[in-house]
């Protein structure tokens, strides 16, 4: 019997070993990993420079905590907000962490609590973070949650203009749902949440843990839209598959959070900012980022010629892209396409999430939409609609 809490609901494999895009299980079968962990392994799996980072780092320093100067987190602080309209770092451990630190800077500063947040969103599990999240099913069976926030429907643009009022402190946001359905902010909704921004003194925080660190073509998915955040947190991604996290946030915050006001004991460690320093140093290569969004065109054109028929949806944005099943439950094509030796993730019910590693091929795009078709188009699977 497993000493674990059975909080996951666990696939029936281990995963022991991988190199770029395939990893493989016990028994020694090989996996396409289009989950990266969950838009975390943004290099792939054992990519050569973190590896060497972590060594070279673990040889010199691992912890000594917040008390004392970070000449690493100085110089990742730096190159995160260089060329955006952000201007200070904070470092944590989880995109959790990272948006508990957002909610807790934009009510410290406007001294107001009401934090309008939307319909299917997600911005984890602790309790500030799930009273944020607009999914019933996270914050079930914990009593009460954390007052003021105000949860509408995404996209809808007359309701938020209505719910906006003078108590209200901030808008809180993913670009892209990803938990939710891989739901894409809309360029008007967008509109008006900068136009409300402009004209009153309500903050935008942009949750970034998913879309950001050049998962959607862009480092953050914010600059594809009007959206100007005052607040930003980050995760997954930023660490390639180490654990840290953080929020970006403009120069006015600066006297908010002073000594004392927030902290972490292992936020911004030696190992975890020199291994998302080569993150950073990699992914917000231009050319990589082109890279990107053509890896993208392509993954969109291949699934587009795969599945045609108008029951299928194909969403999303760079390499974070959603495929709908004209309503059909996905779980049982996501245990299918495991056996078919396909790692992808629900996005809700109906929704199959791809989030390979942004150094996917495209050769292994072909594999991966040729198991697709394969298991979704060619497989008889009793389905719960």
Not at 199 to 224: C, H, M, P, W, Y
Request: glycine residues 10%; charged residues 20%.
């Amino acid at each position: 019997m497993s000493a674990l809490f059975q909080n996951y609901a666990r696939r029936p494999f281990a995963i022991v070993e991988g190199k770029g895009t395939e990893v493989f299980d016990t028994t020694g079968k090989r996996y396409l990993d289009f989950t990266s962990g969950i838009a975390v392994c943004s290099l792939g799996h054992a990519h050569p420079a973190i590896v060497e980072a972590i060594k070279t780092q673990s040889e010199k320093l691992w912890h000594i905590s917040n008390l004392f100067e970070s000449p690493g987190q100085e110089q990742l602080a730096a190159s995160l907000v260089k060329d955006i309209p952000l201007d200070y770092a904070f470092f944590c451990n989880s995109g959790a962490e990272a948006n508990e630190a957002a909610i807790k800077l934009a009510r410290k500063h406007t001294g107001k609590h009401k934090i309008i947040v939307f319909e299917q969103s997600f911005h984890g599990r602790t309790f500030g973070a799930m009273s944020a999240t607009g999914q019933d099913k996270v914050r079930q069976g914990f009593g009460p949650l954390v007052s003021e926030f105000i949860t509408l429907p995404f996209n809808d643009v007359e309701q938020l203009k209505a719910a906006v009022d003078s108590e209200t402190a901030a808008i809180m946001l993913e670009i892209i749902q990803g938990e939710g359905g891989v739901n894409s902010v809309t360029e008007e909704f967008a509109q008006a949440i900068a136009d409300i921004q402009v004209n009153s003194d309500v903050l935008v925080i942009v949750d970034e843990v998913q879309t950001g660190i050049g998962r959607t073509g862009t480092r953050f998915a914010f600059e594809q839209t009007a959206i100007k955040p005052d607040i930003m947190s980050m995760a997954k991604g930023l660490g390639g598959g180490f654990p840290i996290g953080g929020i970006l946030a403009k120069e006015k915050f600066f006297n908010t959070f002073s000594a004392g006001t927030h902290g972490t004991t292992f936020g911004g460690n030696p190992l975890g900012v020199a291994v998302a320093q080569t993150v950073i140093n990699n992914v917000f290569d231009e050319a990589f980022l082109q890279n990107v969004q053509q890896k993208s065109a392509y993954f969109v054109e291949k699934l587009q010629q795969a599945f045609p028929e108008e029951k299928y949806t194909i969403q999303g944005k760079g390499l974070m892209l959603g495929l709908g099943l004209g309503g059909e439950n996905v779980a049982p094509y996501v245990m299918a396409l495991d056996e078919a030796g396909l790692l992808t993730v629900a996005a809700g019910p109906k929704v199959i999430r791809l989030l390979p590693p942004l150094t996917v091929t495209e050769q292994e795009i072909d594999e991966a939409v040729g198991k697709l078709q394969a298991v979704i188009k060619n497989s008889r699977i009793e389905v719960d609609k």
